[in-house]
């Protein structure tokens, strides 16, 4: 019977089953506490970002040079400015290029200097002031100030900023003699004097017979630090670059025998570089190659230059050694005295000199072009360098320097003079941000200074190729037989070569042979370095996935153990179950023939109509308390309900739990009863104590790690209680008496439960005692209600069906009944005078109820009589 609930004013909408999610497949996710190991992790995927990632410096152009590290060693170019003495305007300007300007005592020039200095100071007209030794602040001059509103200027970052009074010592000790130094270490560079005309490049570079320039002092320094060393031999080349016309760019052999020269690429075909042995001969080349040079007298200059003059000192290594020892390095110094720019007012040059001047100011300005396109070049590499060197023949020949493959210097020569604040200026402006380039350090390009080394060659044959890689950059060794031949048969043919009769050293005219083998090996390095970092990562990811593939083996063979315990468990408990089965069917065989004996057919009259399945079964006394049990139930609509439900398991064709639950059922009363007598549960309510066993049991059965002690343990109980409940039956049946069970009921609460649950079974002793059940169901609802164990009774078949049912009117009424205390509440004064207070069900109780007690108590005393 269905209760149906009434329909609830506001619908409210549950929603019971939400919604499911997928499970993960069990192949794909494993159990952790399976696999052997539990640092598996998700292979990753080949790790090719990662081997792409790897840096791989760029192929080195053949004359980039690098540090032993592997990068380049960049340093920033040096600019030092040099502001030349004042000296007394010209009074006119003269063309006669032969007069000198150079005062007969320098002294006096000096004193003059100083005393034009101050005056002119005092008056304001110098345009440049030395605030300390890397800083200088350009003055406007009043005009300019007032007219176009120019402010000073200060411009810092100079390596040096030699005074006015500065020496041509202070000079060369500040900035030539560090050059110079590493010349002889090895080192190359390049220095180059920048300046409008008249401001002190040629007296810098040159000087005079009295105060020598820094090339002078610069051999003087060179062969004295050089004198015990006879491994090393010291060539000298001086040419020049002018115009001819203004039109073509001539290049000049300034050498005693020199002559014209012509340049390709940056190489200059025919410069003679004449051995020098002393400082002495050096000079005296010098002086004959400034005696050739080209000069002009101007309006700024009475000796100004009209070309660009370029001396270099080379060094070499004129003896081996003869081992794979690298000999001290050859290194080139080049000193540059450019012509300086000139602008038209000042100089008043007209028709050759007006070409010349436009020669020079070209020149210059591609000088300029260059540094300034590779200094942008060098601050955002995106900007290309821009191909300027190649609008001049000077910037051509320095290529490597306007590239900032070498190590270059510059010194500024400016005239502190009033009129020559725009030179001054723009020299400044236009030269300054210079000192921001950087420039390569390192090894020298191969195209003027070569590394000699003598390896023996060895045949292909003897010597196979390989490659042998060493950490620094430049030691890559390409151990191939034919490539050292190749190298030393290049470098034996690169040597510039000494006629003894003629000391004149000719460079080889062509050294892009050089270049090419260079950039092979180049090409091969970088090739092998990328295949090895690759083949590092290739084995570093191999590696892993052997360390994840044995992890993994790990786990399956854990994996394949478990599987194998389970299925011997599994064996194990089928084996037990279907023994278990056995026996619990040839139970019922022996009851169901019991049955068949002993079968009463008043007994069967007291069953109701619907109860015929397990009427048959309850018959024997290993069923007598089941039954009596399901009677109990049976007479309520519950424990029809109960009885049905336990009939359909009994049936159930695909279960085989269900069988066992039936069987489990069967004994639960007595065992039940058998634990309470042994006093082995603790359980505090009697319907987790009756329900606990077979719960657990019925758990076990379905699950996979059932213990086969545990259930050989309950089927040994089963059959021990059967054995039990049959002596029990037995002594219901001889004493047809259930007041034992009574006092083992009144033990505790718990244990009443129990027993009535049990007196309940054992009830069916009717087939047993006909001729008293009247008296026997008499005393036992007497009994009960003294008791109050038809509640308990009512609980215990209960118990049995966890599922909530409607009651019965005639249970609610026992219920209520059994609440009740009859005696008690016929001596109660009735009323609330006697100052006790009514019980909450007390005051709960009806008319109908108390009429009804009454009518009962009536017919219990009518019964006892
Ligand atoms: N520091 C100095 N001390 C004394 N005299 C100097 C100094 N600098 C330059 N002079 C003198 O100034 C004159 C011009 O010098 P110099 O010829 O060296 O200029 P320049 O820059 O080479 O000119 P140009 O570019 O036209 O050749 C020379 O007579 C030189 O003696």
């Given at each position: 019977?269905?209760?149906?609930?009434?329909?609830?004013?506001?619908?409210?909408?549950?929603?019971?089953n939400?919604p499911?999610?997928?499970?993960?497949?069990?192949?794909?996710?494993?159990p952790?506490?399976?696999?052997?190991?539990?640092?598996?992790?998700?292979?990753?995927s080949?790790?090719?970002?990662?081997?792409?990632?790897?840096?791989?410096?760029?192929?080195?152009?053949?004359?980039?040079?690098?540090?032993?590290?592997?990068?380049?060693?960049?340093?920033?170019?040096?600019?030092?400015?040099?502001?030349?003495?004042?000296?007394?305007?010209?009074?006119?300007?003269?063309?006669?290029?032969?007069?000198?300007?150079?005062?007969?005592?320098?002294?006096?020039?000096?004193t003059?200097?100083g005393?034009?200095?101050?005056?002119?100071?005092?008056?304001?007209?110098?345009?440049?002031?030395?605030?300390d030794?890397h800083?200088?602040r350009?003055?406007?001059?009043?005009?300019?100030?007032?007219?176009?509103?120019?402010?000073?200027?200060?411009?810092?970052?100079?390596?040096?900023?030699?005074?006015?009074?500065?020496s041509q010592?202070?000079?060369?000790?500040?900035?030539?003699?560090?050059?110079?130094?590493?010349?002889?270490?090895?080192?190359?560079?390049?220095?180059?004097?920048?300046?409008?005309?008249?401001?002190?490049?040629?007296?810098?570079?040159?000087?005079?017979?009295?105060?020598?320039?820094?090339?002078?002092?610069?051999?003087?320094?060179?062969?004295?630090?050089?004198?015990?060393?006879?491994?090393?031999?010291?060539?000298?080349?001086?040419?020049?670059?002018?115009?001819?016309?203004?039109?073509?760019?001539?290049?000049?052999?300034?050498?005693?025998?020199?002559?014209d020269?012509?340049?390709?690429?940056?190489?200059?075909?025919?410069?003679?570089?004449i051995?020098?042995?002393?400082?002495?001969?050096?000079?005296?080349?010098?002086?004959?190659?400034?005696?050739?040079r080209?000069?002009?007298?101007?309006?700024?200059?009475?000796?100004?230059?009209?070309?660009?003059?370029?001396?270099?000192?080379?060094?070499?290594?004129?003896?081996?050694?003869?081992?794979l020892?690298?000999q001290?390095?050859?290194?080139?110094?080049?000193?540059?005295?450019?012509?300086?720019?000139?602008?038209?007012?000042?100089?008043?040059?007209q028709?050759?000199?007006?070409?010349?001047?436009?020669?020079?100011?070209n020149?210059?300005?591609?000088?300029?072009?260059?540094?300034?396109?590779?200094?942008?070049?060098?601050?955002?590499?995106?900007?290309?360098?821009?191909?300027?060197?190649?609008?001049?023949?000077?910037?051509?020949?320095?290529?490597?320097?306007?590239?900032?493959?070498?190590?270059?210097?510059?010194?500024?020569?400016?005239?502190p003079g009033?009129?020559?604040?725009?030179?001054?200026?723009?020299?400044?402006?236009?030269?300054?941000?210079?000192?921001?380039?950087?420039?390569?350090?390192?090894?020298?390009?191969?195209?003027?200074?070569?590394?000699?080394?003598?390896?023996p060659?060895?045949?292909?044959?003897?010597?196979?190729?390989?490659?042998?890689?060493?950490?620094?950059?430049?030691?890559?060794?390409?151990?191939?037989?034919e490539?050292?031949?190749?190298?030393?048969e290049?470098?034996?043919?690169?040597?510039?070569?000494?006629?003894?009769?003629n000391?004149?050293?000719?460079?080889?005219?062509?050294?892009?042979f050089?270049?090419?083998?260079?950039?092979?090996?180049?090409?091969?390095?970088?090739?092998?370095?990328i295949?090895?970092?690759?083949?590092?990562?290739?084995?570093?990811?191999?590696?892993?996935?052997?360390?994840?593939?044995?992890?993994?083996?790990?786990?399956?063979?854990?994996?394949?153990?478990?599987?194998?315990?389970e299925?011997?468990?599994?064996?194990?408990?089928?084996?037990?179950?279907?023994?278990?089965?056995?026996?619990?069917?040839?139970?019922?065989?022996?009851?169901?023939?019991?049955?068949?004996?002993?079968?009463?057919?008043?007994?069967?009259?007291l069953?109701?109509?619907?109860?015929?399945?397990?009427?048959?079964?309850?018959?024997?006394?290993?069923?007598?308390?089941?039954?009596?049990?399901?009677?109990?139930?049976?007479?309520?609509?519950?424990?029809?309900?109960?009885?049905?439900?336990?009939?359909?398991?009994?049936?159930?064709?695909?279960?085989?739990?269900?069988e066992?639950?039936?069987?489990?059922?069967?004994?639960?009363?007595?065992?039940?009863?058998?634990?309470?007598?042994?006093?082995?549960?603790?359980?505090?309510?009697?319907?987790?104590?009756?329900?606990?066993?077979?719960?657990?049991?019925?758990?076990?059965?379905?699950?996979?790690?059932?213990?086969?002690?545990?259930?050989?343990?309950?089927?040994?109980?089963?059959?021990?209680?059967m054995?039990?409940?049959?002596?029990?039956?037995?002594?219901?049946?001889?004493?047809?008496?259930?007041?034992?069970?009574?006092?083992?009921?009144?033990?505790t609460?718990?244990?009443?439960?129990?027993?009535?649950?049990?007196?309940?079974?054992?009830?069916?002793?009717?087939?047993?005692?006909?001729?008293?059940?009247?008296?026997?169901?008499?005393?036992?609802?007497?009994?009960?209600?003294?008791?109050?164990?038809?509640?308990?009774?009512?609980k215990?078949?209960?118990?049995?069906k966890?599922?909530?049912?409607?009651?019965?009117?005639?249970?609610?009424?026992?219920?209520?009944?059994?609440a009740?205390?009859?005696?008690?509440?016929?001596?109660k004064?009735?009323?609330?005078?006697g100052?006790?207070?009514?019980?909450?069900?007390?005051?709960?109780?009806?008319?109908?109820n108390?009429?009804?007690?009454?009518?009962?108590?009536?017919?219990?005393?009518?019964?006892?009589?």
């Amino acid at each position: 019977m269905e209760m149906v609930s009434p329909q609830c004013p506001t619908t409210v909408t549950v929603r019971r089953n939400p919604p499911r999610r997928a499970r993960p497949t069990p192949s794909t996710n494993p159990p952790q506490n399976q696999l052997g190991d539990s640092n598996l992790n998700e292979i990753p995927s080949f790790p090719i970002h990662e081997i792409l990632s790897i840096e791989v410096p760029q192929n080195p152009k053949p004359d980039q040079p690098l540090s032993s590290s592997g990068a380049p060693d960049t340093e920033t170019l040096k600019v030092y400015l040099r502001i030349r003495p004042l000296k007394p305007q010209p009074k006119q300007a003269t063309t006669n290029c032969h007069k000198s300007v150079w005062p007969k005592n320098p002294a006096a020039k000096r004193t003059n200097a100083g005393k034009d200095k101050k005056t002119r100071t005092k008056r304001g007209e110098v345009c440049i002031s030395v605030n300390d030794s890397h800083s200088v602040r350009l003055l406007p001059p009043l005009a300019f100030q007032e007219s176009k509103r120019i402010k000073s200027e200060a411009f810092e970052g100079f390596s040096h900023v030699f005074d006015l009074d500065a020496s041509q010592n202070n000079v060369y000790e500040k900035m030539v003699k560090p050059l110079v130094d590493d010349f002889l270490e090895g080192k190359s560079g390049m220095l180059a004097a920048l300046g409008p005309s008249g401001s002190g490049k040629t007296h810098t570079v040159f000087g005079t017979p009295r105060e020598p320039g820094m090339v002078p002092l610069a051999l003087q320094h060179i062969f004295q630090k050089s004198v015990s060393n006879s491994s090393r031999s010291f060539y000298m080349s001086i040419f020049e670059i002018s115009s001819e016309r203004g039109k073509v760019e001539r290049v000049t052999d300034l050498s005693p025998d020199g002559t014209d020269l012509s340049i390709q690429q940056s190489t200059i075909k025919g410069l003679q570089e004449i051995p020098i042995s002393d400082a002495t001969q050096a000079e005296s080349l010098i002086a004959r190659a400034m005696f050739k040079r080209a000069t002009a007298m101007t309006n700024t200059n009475s000796q100004s230059s009209r070309s660009q003059c370029i001396i270099n000192i080379h060094s070499l290594i004129s003896e081996l050694d003869g081992e794979l020892e690298v000999q001290p390095k050859n290194a080139l110094l080049t000193i540059v005295d450019l012509a300086g720019a000139e602008r038209e007012k000042r100089t008043g040059n007209q028709g050759s000199r007006l070409l010349e001047s436009n020669f020079i100011n070209n020149t210059s300005m591609v000088f300029g072009l260059c540094l300034r396109s590779l200094l942008e070049h060098q601050k955002n590499p995106k900007k290309p360098l821009q191909k300027h060197f190649q609008n001049s023949l000077l910037t051509r020949y320095l290529r490597d320097y306007m590239e900032g493959k070498r190590r270059m210097t510059l010194i500024l020569t400016v005239k502190p003079g009033e009129e020559d604040y725009l030179d001054t200026s723009y020299l400044l402006r236009q030269a300054s941000p210079y000192m921001n380039i950087k420039f390569n350090t390192g090894e020298e390009p191969s195209n003027l200074v070569r590394t000699k080394r003598h390896i023996p060659t060895l045949s292909t044959v003897q010597q196979p190729k390989r490659m042998k890689y060493n950490n620094s950059a430049d030691s890559y060794v390409i151990e191939e037989g034919e490539a050292v031949q190749y190298e030393n048969e290049t470098l034996q043919k690169d040597a510039p070569t000494v006629n003894e009769e003629n000391p004149v050293v000719t460079l080889p005219e062509n050294l892009d042979f050089v270049y090419v083998a260079k950039s092979e090996m180049a090409d091969k390095n970088r090739n092998f370095e990328i295949m090895q970092n690759f083949a590092k990562a290739l084995w570093k990811v191999l590696k892993q996935y052997k360390e994840k593939l044995m992890v993994a083996e790990r786990a399956i063979q854990s994996l394949n153990e478990n599987i194998k315990n389970e299925k011997t468990r599994y064996l194990e408990l089928e084996k037990e179950f279907e023994d278990f089965k056995t026996c619990c069917s040839s139970s019922k065989q022996i009851s169901a023939d019991k049955t068949l004996v002993e079968t009463d057919t008043r007994t069967e009259s007291l069953w109701p109509p619907d109860s015929t399945g397990p009427s048959t079964v309850n018959e024997g006394h290993n069923e007598e308390s089941k039954c009596n049990n399901i009677t109990k139930d049976c007479e309520t609509k519950q424990g029809k309900d109960a009885y049905n439900e336990m009939k359909g398991n009994i049936h159930s064709p695909d279960l085989k739990s269900a069988e066992c639950n039936y069987t489990l059922q069967e004994c639960e009363p007595s065992n039940m009863t058998l634990r309470h007598k042994e006093s082995k549960c603790n359980d505090t309510s009697a319907t987790r104590q009756a329900k606990g066993p077979y719960s657990e049991m019925k758990g076990n059965i379905h699950s996979p790690n059932l213990k086969s002690a545990k259930c050989n343990i309950t089927r040994e109980e089963c059959e021990s209680n059967m054995g039990f409940h049959k002596d029990v039956s037995s002594q219901t049946k001889t004493n047809s008496d259930s007041h034992n069970l009574e006092s083992d009921c009144k033990s505790t609460p718990r244990d009443r439960d129990v027993s009535s649950s049990t007196q309940g079974s054992i009830k069916p002793p009717l087939p047993f005692g006909t001729e008293t059940e009247s008296t026997h169901q008499q005393d036992h609802l007497e009994a009960s209600i003294n008791k109050g164990t038809i509640k308990t009774s009512q609980k215990s078949s209960n118990l049995e069906k966890p599922k909530r049912r409607l009651l019965p009117a005639k249970a609610t009424l026992l219920r209520d009944i059994t609440a009740l205390s009859i005696e008690d509440d016929e001596d109660k004064p009735k009323g609330n005078r006697g100052g006790k207070k009514l019980a909450i069900d007390e005051t709960k109780r009806t008319q109908g109820n108390i009429s009804l007690m009454r009518i009962l108590e009536k017919s219990r005393h009518f019964l006892r009589t």
